[in-house]
């Protein structure tokens, strides 16, 4: 059973930083590329970054200088360092995964398995 599932959120101030965390068990983590979305209040999810089973990344435009994604293939977790938080990035976090790594890494339908997610709230 693939179990995909994020720590690291909380209440932060505009400016500061959070890194958050996702354990993944169930699966051969170094075959998956792996992803990071969020989904504000009222909102459709939206793509923050990947990371590639070779460590490619792909941040979103609006993240890009602010967000990195990583991960650790031997302990089958995968990071997201976010700096200069605004309180725009308030969401919930879900990390993904997915059998491929190609233009559409960005669609929420091309991942294979989701976490259940971890609130950033950033105040202002």
């Known amino acids: 059973q693939v179990q995909l599932v994020e720590s690291g959120g909380g209440l932060v101030q505009a400016g500061g930083s959070l890194r958050l965390s996702c354990a993944a068990s169930g699966l051969t983590f170094s075959s998956y590329a792996m992803a990071w979305f969020r989904q504000a209040p009222g909102s459709e999810r939206e793509f923050v970054a990947a990371?590639?089973?070779?460590?490619?990344?792909y941040p979103a435009d609006s993240v890009k200088d602010r967000f990195t994604i990583s991960r650790d293939n031997i302990n089958n977790m995968v990071y997201l360092q976010m700096t200069d938080l605004k309180p725009e990035d308030t969401a919930v976090y879900y990390c993904?995964?997915?059998?491929?790594?190609?233009?559409?890494?960005?669609?929420?339908?091309?991942?294979?398995?989701w976490g259940k997610g971890t609130l950033v709230t950033v105040s202002s």
């Open positions: 990371i590639s089973r070779s460590r490619n990344t």
């Open positions: 993904a995964a997915s059998t491929t790594y190609g233009p559409s890494i960005d669609d929420a339908d091309e991942m294979s398995y």
